[in-house]
């Protein structure tokens, strides 16, 4: 069972950046693909991007593709969302979440292990 950890939310204007991290309990961390999610109140679970095992690969939907980055450091067990030039509409819980497939998955359902989440707010 990984156990994951996200970190680094808070408060942030308009423009602003944050980087989260999700740490992970297992090295069996590394083999496997990590997503990040957020849910707005009301709203469903929105997939924001996905990076490969090894961190050569990584997906992001046109909503924030260009603002936000993913990148994992695997020996440490941490992955990062770096989001840059946050927008009000970014408000949310930030969860991530890791998948054995090797094929990029959007779908909550195809992670099989997930963080707490971190809210994120970010004020206009």
């Known amino acids: 069972q990984v156990q994951l950890v996200e970190s680094g939310g808070g408060l942030v204007q308009a423009g602003g950046s944050l980087r989260l991290s999700c740490a992970a309990s297992?090295?069996?961390?590394?083999?496997?693909?990590v997503g990040w999610f957020r849910q707005a109140p009301g709203k469903e679970r929105e997939f924001v991007g996905r990076i490969s095992w090894s961190g050569r690969n990584t997906d992001y939907p046109d909503s924030v593709k260009g603002r936000f980055t993913i990148s994992r450091d695997n020996a440490k067990n941490t992955v990062y969302l770096q989001m840059y030039n946050l927008k009000p509409e970014d408000t949310a819980v930030y969860y991530c979440?890791?998948?054995?497939?090797?094929?990029?998955?959007?779908?909550?359902?195809?992670?099989?292990?997930w963080g707490q989440g971190t809210q994120v707010t970010v004020s206009s």
């Open positions: 979440a890791a998948s054995y497939s090797a094929v990029t998955q959007t779908i909550p359902g195809r992670y099989s292990y």
């Open positions: 297992d090295g069996t961390f590394s083999t496997l693909a």
